[in-house]
């Protein structure tokens, strides 16, 4: 998605930058500052990722005053080289190099006029050295808003901290052996004032966890993490999405024009969709397409109804709470995958979990309880096992109605009567 280009210090001195741009031509700015294994493959991959939430993303090379486009993998060889660069690196020299980026950028036609606040905006990223320089940006380079990931030795550089005014948000790992949770609590203390500064620890997640090409990447910890990125980004600088409004299309164009092609053109290139009780979906376009096709869009009953709960809007997500109802007149491969259809009518609570990259679709996990739906079809006997059929449905649209009667014991909780 990017390429590289060239920035200018105010030294005079030139130095390269790989610039990703989102899909609509603009956005607002954002560095994302590099580990010490230079602008290599992940940092870029990184770059394109939040080109695809909407930002005009510069990841400048912070070690060319070293050497020229350092992009170093993770083997041991590479990691001796990167501690190399990282103990001759200059901060001083390169806070000079950090505003020459963050102007170049503001000044960028494709980021000019982009923002919620000022009439353009630039916040900055980083992880591991990043991290640090993305916490030092937001001293030295009037950014607005900052994110460091396992940034290393800020806690010697917390005299910084009253310079700093735009908000902030500190991804740590509870396991990170370069950022002990010392130095997490003595940022965590410095900031105690702050309620526009947020320091997230992370359980069990060792350093470098957001990095999907190393070992170390958690995947459950970069999810919150990056979810909680976006979620200061939006909130500082936008872009701001209507996320209902393409949760809504997307559903149109399943379940009423039953349209494979205008669903998938609700999604980004490589989505997945997971139905978690049944593992049934797809993880990119060729696959997805396929079972959309085959085996989702035109295999729900004619008489398929979504009727609304509930529903969360977050800041690259949507939680939709519903009941999922139809009659069982034909094999549904996603729910009832095998099944001969039983003529049976279902009611199920239904809840979908929908995240977005920037405006489209990026992957859905659907979750309901097979069990019930078993039983209403006759495949599943209430009487043997602690499951219930339609009630379940009945219960969420009524909360009067009993409880606890799959409970044997529970009438022996009941207090006393009085004597």
């Not at 353009?120 to 050295?129: D, E, F, H, K």
């Not at 105690?192 to 958690?218: K, M, Q």
Request: a negative charge.
């Amino acid at each position: 998605m990017g390429e590289f280009v060239e920035i200018k210090n105010e030294e005079g001195q030139s130095f390269q930058g790989y610039l990703a741009t989102p899909a609509s031509g603009t956005g607002p700015g954002l560095l994302i500052f590099q580990e010490i294994f230079g602008v290599n493959n992940a940092i870029q991959a990184t770059a394109d990722y939040f080109a695809e939430e909407g930002y005009v993303v510069l990841a400048p090379d912070m070690f060319w005053r070293l050497d020229q486009r350092v992009d170093l993998g993770y083997t041991e060889a590479d990691q001796e080289k990167a501690f190399g660069y990282y103990g001759q690196f200059d901060f001083a020299a390169a806070a000079v190099d950090m505003q020459a980026a963050t102007a170049f950028l503001r000044n960028h036609d494709s980021v000019k006029g982009q923002g919620k606040g000022r009439a353009t905006q630039v916040a900055a990223l980083g992880y591991c050295l990043g991290g640090a320089l993305a916490y030092q940006a937001a001293a030295h380079c009037d950014v607005d808003a900052a994110v460091s990931y396992y940034g290393v030795a800020i806690e010697k550089q917390l005299d910084l901290k009253d310079k700093i005014t735009c908000p902030v948000v500190f991804h740590c790992g509870g396991e990170d052996e370069h950022v002990p949770l010392a130095a997490v609590e003595e940022i965590k203390a410095a900031f105690a004032a702050r309620d526009d500064v947020l320091v997230n620890v992370y359980e069990g997640a060792p350093h470098a966890f957001a990095n999907s090409f190393r070992e170390t990447y958690d995947k459950a910890a970069a999810g919150m993490a990056h979810s909680r990125t976006v979620a200061l980004l939006r909130s500082v600088m936008g872009p701001v999405y209507d996320l209902e409004h393409l949760w809504d299309m997307h559903c149109f164009y399943e379940f009423a024009e039953r349209d494979v092609d205008a669903t998938m053109a609700t999604m980004v290139a490589q989505p997945y969709v997971n139905h978690v009780p049944t593992m049934t979906g797809g993880v990119g376009y060729t696959d997805l397409h396929r079972f959309y096709k085959n085996h989702f869009v035109n295999s729900n009953p004619d008489d398929t109804q979504l009727i609304p709960l509930s529903r969360t809007v977050g800041a690259d997500r949507v939680v939709d709470e519903m009941l999922f109802c139809f009659t069982h007149d034909r094999e549904i491969d996603w729910m009832l995958p095998g099944v001969a259809p039983t003529g049976k009518r279902v009611e199920v609570p239904l809840v979908a979990i929908i995240n977005f990259r920037g405006d489209k679709l990026y992957h859905e996990h659907i979750y309901w309880d097979q069990a019930s739906v078993l039983v209403q079809v006759g495949l599943l006997d209430p009487a043997r096992l602690p499951v219930a059929g339609k009630s379940t449905a009945d219960k969420v649209l009524d909360e009067a109605r009993p409880s606890n009667e799959l409970m044997a014991r529970w009438a022996e909780s009941a207090p006393q009567a009085a004597e």
